[in-house]
């Protein structure tokens, strides 16, 4: 890993669930190697985002946003991008409904509770939640329209009203 760390520039990593009763029954899988993997790239300073399905009825519940939130805050940093992203009902999952953006908007709400300083919202085409908002002075610094830039107005990497270091990849 140390090897494929010195390589990357950035990594997405799909958190499916805080809990290991969804990792065991619905990926067959361990949430414990996916944490650690979280820990050894914030060590290794490289630049990941963390994005987080939510699922109606398996792993769509503020607690549980509240917990990725607590766990990214105090074992990574509040400047660790997490997007939570709409579900759609297709392939072996098609007896559930999509995810309501209340559902959506109220796990980033929790998220910003809890201290994290960019949360986004996803597969939600005109959610406000899909912006990047300075946290200093919460202005709107990257507009998305539809996963699309159409506006960025990061100056060298800070808040060009505030001038708050905005993380990131700005180069």
Not at 118 to 143: D, E, F, W
């Amino acid at each position: 890993m140390s090897d494929l760390c010195q390589a990357l520039t950035a990594v997405k990593i799909d958190l499916k669930s805080m809990t290991e009763r969804f990792y065991r029954e619905q990926c067959v899988g361990k949430l414990a190697p996916v944490l650690d993997t979280l820990r050894l790239l914030h060590q290794r300073q490289v630049w990941f985002e963390i994005v987080m399905l939510l699922i109606p009825g398996l792993n769509d519940t503020q607690a549980e946003a509240r917990d990725l939130a607590r766990f990214v805050k105090s074992e990574l940093s509040p400047e660790v991008p997490v997007h939570f992203t709409r579900f759609h009902p297709s392939y072996r999952m098609q007896n559930l409904p999509s995810t309501p953006v209340a559902t959506l908007t109220r796990a980033r709400d929790a998220a910003l509770e809890e201290g994290l300083h960019y949360v986004y919202v996803g597969n939600v085409p005109g959610h406000p939640g899909a912006h990047t908002t300075c946290p200093s002075c919460h202005k709107i610094l990257v507009r998305r329209v539809n996963m699309v830039t159409v506006e960025n107005r990061i100056v060298a990497g800070s808040c060009p009203d505030c001038k708050t270091k905005i993380a990131g990849l700005w180069t």
